[in-house]
């Protein structure tokens, strides 16, 4: 048994279903359901016998050391955590609550629950830590990519509230003796991704003919990870990590944020044409003409602050320690991507509520369209 912690998120619940399909052992779910955890994320696994979930808040002490106690798992798996970093720059209050906050309570009582266990449980025990190549801070288009050993520059209220929780996870090894491994990832894409981040909503937004607004000069440079990759990565990690260590996981993928949303209209030009789309009920057409290319709705508008120029991850480490390496190619891996979407717009309409709606026009209302690209 392992306790996996916003396991119904994007990420998380990737990481679930592709447990159960390649290890076999049973997993307890541990979500408090925000706006971005959602259990039908994993209704495949909803009849699995080898799968609980229990709606919780890592932040509830006494509802964690319970959950520890009653399941008795070999290990945590942290994905909980509040990600995007324009809901943090409106409101960081709780991405400190979770991400920092949360991430103390939850060490607490894995440290006690830890502490009482017998051998060879106890040696055996291992508390994962998921974040992100964020708590890294930005890098110039000629500096080498992230390593390990990398200082912490944090830029954004999500990046230090992560960079805070990475710290709490490493003192509480070194300090009480925990048995941690921390992974970093670059930028994860695929199914059950919440619309709000980049590779999503430009598929949603092109696919209906509206505007795909992409921030600034459209030049940020980020590492795409295919969600798959980086599930073997932790897994790996989990099973074969040395305690105490740090093992970043990247896709070995650069491409500006313009290139992205590019390729997805490629894609969609082929998959879509809008031209034999237009006389489809679920499509609209942007302005007053037909529109021919996706392309033609990618839209510049005003940059969000302190945005990052440029992530890289270099992920030698966890290729030489542990044989992990990204088996799926960027062009692979956002074509499943896109068709995922087109395949699960009924998913996607189930996700995209009213409040969903409000955070959009909260982000995007003062950003002026600019020059189409």
């Known amino acids: 048994m392992i306790l996996v912690t916003g396991g119904a998120g994007f990420i998380g619940s990737n990481f679930i279903l592709d447990w159960l399909a390649t290890k076999g052992t049973p997993v307890v779910n541990l979500d408090k359901l925000t706006y971005a955890g959602n259990p039908a994320n994993l209704a495949a696994a909803a009849k699995d016998d080898r799968y609980v979930f229990v709606k919780g808040d890592i932040g509830d002490r006494e509802f964690v050391g319970k959950i520890l106690r009653e399941h008795k798992p070999r290990a945590v798996v942290n994905f909980a955590a509040e990600s995007h970093v324009d809901r943090s720059i409106h409101g960081p209050d709780a991405f400190v609550q979770t991400n920092v906050v949360g991430t103390f309570n939850l060490l607490e009582e894995a440290r006690a629950y830890w502490s009482n266990l017998k051998e060879p449980e106890r040696s055996d025990f291992r508390f994962l830590h998921v974040s992100t190549d964020e708590v890294y801070g930005s890098l110039g288009s000629n500096d080498p990519a992230f390593t390990e050993t990398t200082s912490y520059s944090p830029n954004s209220p999500y990046a230090a509230s992560k960079a805070a929780s990475d710290h709490l996870v490493r003192a509480y090894h070194h300090t009480y003796g925990l048995p941690v491994i921390t992974t970093n990832c670059s930028n994860n894409y695929g199914p059950f991704q919440f619309p709000e981040k980049l590779i999503p909503l430009a598929i949603v937004n092109a696919a209906r003919g509206k505007p795909v607004p992409v921030y600034g000069d459209g030049l940020n440079v980020r590492d795409w990870l ?42 969609l030009d082929e998959l879509r044409p809008l ?60 074509r499943k991507t896109v068709h995922w979407y087109l395949d699960h717009m009924d998913w996607v309409d189930s996700v995209t509520s009213g409040a969903y709606r409000d955070w959009v026009e909260l982000n995007y209302a003062d950003r002026e369209m600019g020059n189409r690209k």
């Open 275 to 334: 031209e034999a789309a237009i006389h489809d009920s679920r499509f609209t057409i942007h302005g007053s003409k037909p529109i021919t290319r996706h392309s033609s709705l990618v839209t510049l508008v005003k940059d969000r602050p302190g945005h990052d120029r440029r992530y890289a991850m270099d992920a030698r480490k966890i290729e030489r320690e542990l044989g992990w390496r990204a088996r799926e190619r960027f062009e692979t891996g956002l």
């Open 226 to 267: 295919y969600v798959g990759d980086h599930c073997a990565g932790v897994r790996l990690a989990l099973n074969k990590g040395r305690v105490g260590e740090t093992y970043n996981i990247g896709g070995n993928a650069e491409k500006t944020n313009l290139e992205v949303v590019q390729s997805i209209c490629a894609i």
